[in-house]
């Protein structure tokens, strides 16, 4: 449904801003456009008049009239992982409502670092980049100077290796997220927990592999080799077969819930009791993991709370004088459902 105007029952006009504000069209247009000639009071009343109204600037009007374009381009190389699209779902959610068009570019495995500028819609035009793998990390890098970027990161970047030398990445903490799964397996009694990794990513050791590797030396427990997946239920399935052979194999945590899913189909191929006396523990929390049978513990990641925040360190980038602050996201938070349980005796 489009914003209304609550006093006319229609969606609501620039002209309704500029009666409510007591102000001209002129001066809306004007904080809508984040020009300067506007003092910080009667922006502040017109900002507000917005929210109230729910006004939403009409961007094709403005830019027959000769107004800006205001448009992002968001490059990605994958729209059908959970966390990517969600990523993607947040980000677009919160530049749509803000008034700017989305264009979604999706980038090839191996795109080249000369191909990425052609992307853009116009030269020098915001872009979003979800860098979760090494496609999204090379395009971050070899984007043009001049072009304003926000980015979601796997991890934090190393000093002097920050997009254009500002703070315009945001992240999970997917290593934290990872050693307090892991430290939850064994607190209920397993001796070790093994791992079945997403591909590397971003450095020869993944976030999640790494705070998996830490709970287990911290606890000065045994600490397996991972067993390397890929990111779907049957990669999952066919990297723990011969695993779950071993009746030592107590407790693994997956890469992300598709995995997940994969393993628990080889634990009942294998007779293995889920979680009588295997626990399995995924990472993502996709909806379809509370209906699984039984449904499965995992971490949960705010991939569209982090998305919005994306489109919000863009936004305060481009406009910072009218750009509304940058929205928190959720820190990853574990999940306990029926999938995990006690080591057995």
């Known amino acids: 449904m489009p914003p209304q105007d ?14 409510v504000a007591g102000v001209s069209q002129q001066t809306v247009s004007r904080v809508i456009n984040g020009k300067a000639r506007v003092s910080e009071a009667t922006r502040a009343k017109v900002l507000q008049v917005i929210a109230e109204l729910g006004y939403r600037p009409n961007r094709l009007a403005q830019t027959l009239a000769g107004g800006p374009v ?3 381009t968001v490059l ?4 059908a992982l959970y966390g990517a699209a969600a990523t993607l779902r947040g980000m677009e959610e919160a530049a749509r409502t803000a008034g700017f068009s989305v264009g979604i570019s999706v980038l090839q495995p191996d795109s080249q670092q000369t191909d ?4 853009l819609n116009r030269p020098g035009e915001p872009v979003m980049v979800i860098a979760y793998d090494d496609a999204g990390v090379r395009a971050l890098r070899a984007l043009p100077p001049d072009v304003p970027v926000a980015a979601a990161v796997e991890r934090r ?3 002097g290796d920050a997009a254009d030398g500002g703070p315009w990445q945001v992240w999970l903490d997917d290593r934290a997220a990872a050693a307090h799964a892991t430290r939850y397996l064994l607190g209920l009694g397993h001796r070790t927990v093994h791992y079945v990794a997403i591909p590397s990513s971003t450095s020869p050791s993944p976030q999640r592999t790494q705070g998996w590797r830490d709970a287990l030396r911290a606890a000065d427990r045994p600490v397996p080799e991972p067993s390397h997946g890929g990111w779907t239920p049957r990669s999952g399935y066919l990297a723990v077969r011969s695993l779950l052979a071993d009746r030592s194999v107590t407790a693994i945590l997956c890469g992300n ?3 997940a899913l994969g393993v628990m189909r080889a634990a009942r191929e294998a007779g293995r009791d889920i979680p009588g006396d295997l626990s399995v523990v995924g ?23 982090l998305g919005r925040a994306c489109f919000g360190l863009l936004h305060r980038r481009l406009e910072p004088q009218t750009a509304p602050p940058v929205p928190a996201w959720s820190e990853p938070e574990l999940i306990v459902r029926e999938s995990s349980g006690p080591a057995p005796a």
């Open 257 to 259: 819930d598709d995995l």
């Open 70 to 72: 205001r448009s992002v």
């Open 157 to 159: 970047a190393d000093e």
């Open 76 to 79: 990605t190389s994958d729209t």
């Open 283 to 305: 990472f993502d929390d996709a909806p379809p993991s509370a209906y699984l049978n039984p449904s499965l513990t995992t971490v949960r990641l705010d991939f569209e709370g």
């Open 6 to 19: 609550a006093s006319r029952g229609r969606s609501a006009s620039i002209w309704d801003v500029a009666r």
């Open 116 to 119: 990425i500028a052609l992307r």
